[in-house]
């Protein structure tokens, strides 16, 4: 490992020169502590003569301020398994945009490897974290509240109802846009295959179509899907669904793929879509847009929801106090599996 | 800024039980320097015991280690331009996958602001960067190297014809396929929208082009076409094509998202896609896959350039010396822009 070139001014040159102690020289260069305004002045006047230029990695020590933002997907078990949800669509349109709000700011976007105790996260040496769909009481956040750094969900942690830094869209508004859908349509029995989890989303989204079929009188078929192995568990659910004798006319296919496994399970009892089988799903993706046939489906726009959250991340790390939570809006994307002509 | 929990064993201890120095330590725990394999092994057994683990951040200050892998975009100018890069399907199929290869092997990946000084780079704290279709002699290639840290690059730097240690996909073999796929479905007179920079993939595509055309007995028609702006430039460029006395019968845009632009131009002068113009694109991407008309394009897999740089990379941030270059397959997607039925 070669050296730099040239030996770096320290932020004990510093304090020598300006004659007073490293702490000061710290709390007077990142604005914390209680220092004079006047040792302040002159101690920045000092570190910019002696051309000091705090290391990141001198800060992520000192101070646990490194200018990165973490990017934290959702935990949902071994490793092996939280890999797939690096592959979604959605937590990479998130992450890209999150991203190019923090490339923008000069603010680097870190991926990091699972999280699990306070070590690894001091490791990491980050300001603040974008966490995606927190889990009820998601141990994650109360390790960044720990080392005290702020943190930002993207959809909430129902565990804190306190905790209003957050993203999100109106998930309940979105499912009841999807059922009148589906309903005109021409669904009669529309089923659901929601998320087996403690995510706001799966649990708004499961309230709301509760509530639609309350209202319409129809009675619910809800199946709890896994969110490891999505296609998968979609489909066994799918078949599940499709052999009842009171076989559903339509399903909503709540997370990312799980559409894809329920056409598998449809095309293999025969059954056509749209004419015998109406597929939507809960949120979209390239693979429903692309998918044979092209599957009707929610757009949370994750790349308004990135750019919300980072701009929140930001903020905060730079002491702000701004507006939230963030309700982004979302779209519904009308597609062949749902358009009987 | 609370401080951790409870004090962390140090460096110090584990050189102070060990009764070794500090720089011993070091080099027995992160592999480097001359230390005989006794004292080695003695400085782990010791630091397991203490329960030492090395913090990044201090790593990252000591030597420049940090486990951190850094994914850097092509450098096209301002930071504002620079941004487009970064919503691209291709740079974040490849971070997607890079990031993978990293969070399982317990490295984060980061995604960093525009790196122009060394200290822009040493505050970064990486142990080595992916860095994506650098340009010819990339000044960046030489910051990562001055501070001794391993580079992979997507494509290769034309300055540096003895740095082997890039992923690529083969570019000339695509470029023939497109065009034999293009002739066989009509095209007489091919025109190409080259991407007007320094990068190999743009050497190759413009180089293997030209032999095609030359081998064919065509007149290589060249518009060269900026990579910011990508849609505008390319509407831009292909209007100027359209509007010739001798008119293409078909366009290849080779960048990702020309096609859209291309595709604008053909319509406002009335040209149907495919019939009276065929449009295929250099790279795949969703806008492709997903445009009206779909467009025919080259899908260099970017899922797999992405996973071998990022595991190329970790192979030589941990001092192996693994095989390279890496040339990826890719695909040719037929689409209806190049289908005449």
Chains 1, 2 share one sequence.
């Not at 050296?3 to 004659?19: C, H, K, N, Q, Y």
């Not at 429903?288 to 959250?309: F, H, N, V």
Request: hydrophobic share 40%; with cysteine.
């Amino acid at each position: 490992m070669s050296r730099p070139a040239a030996p770096r001014v320290t932020i004990r040159d510093v304090a020598a020169a300006a004659g007073v102690s490293v702490t000061t020289v710290s709390h007077s260069l990142n604005g914390k502590g209680a220092v004079d305004p006047a040792t302040r002045a002159r101690v920045k006047q000092v570190a910019a003569q002696l051309g000091y230029r705090a290391s990141r990695a001198a800060q992520a020590l000192r101070a646990g301020r490194s200018g990165t933002i973490a990017f934290v997907i959702p935990s949902v078990g071994a490793v092996a398994e939280e890999r797939e949800m690096l592959s979604l669509d959605y937590y990479m349109q998130l992450a890209s945009a999150a991203a190019r709000v923090a490339f923008t700011r000069r603010h680097p976007l870190l991926l990091p490897p699972p999280i699990e105790t306070l070590d690894d996260l001091r490791e990491l040496g980050v300001d603040g974290a974008i966490l995606c769909d927190p889990a009820r009481d998601d141990p994650r956040i109360a390790l960044f509240e720990e080392l005290g750094l702020p943190i930002v969900t993207i959809e909430r942690d129902l565990g804190r109802p306190d905790h209003r830094w957050y993203v999100e869209g109106d998930n309940r508004g979105n499912m009841r846009l999807l059922l009148d859908h589906v309903a005109a349509a021409g669904g009669r029995r529309i089923a659901l295959l929601s998320a087996d989890s403690t995510w706001s989303w799966s649990a708004d989204n499961e309230q709301a179509y509760r509530a639609w079929c309350e209202e319409h009188e129809r009675t619910p078929i809800v199946e709890p899907t896994s969110l490891r192995h999505l296609e998968t568990s979609a489909y066994d659910r799918a078949c599940a669904l499709l052999d009842r004798p009171d076989r559903p006319d339509a399903i909503i296919a709540l997370a990312e793929r799980y559409a894809t496994g329920v056409v598998r399970a449809a095309r293999e009892r025969g059954l056509r879509i749209p004419q015998d089988l109406l597929v939507a799903g809960g949120i979209d993706s390239h693979q429903a847009a692309e998918g044979d046939p092209p599957i009707t489906a929610i757009d949370l726009q994750p790349e308004l929801q990135g750019a919300a959250a980072a701009a929140l991340l930001v903020a905060l790390t730079e002491g702000e106090r701004p507006e939230a939570p963030r309700i982004v809006p979302s779209r519904l994307r009308v597609r062949a599996s749902t358009q009987r002509t």
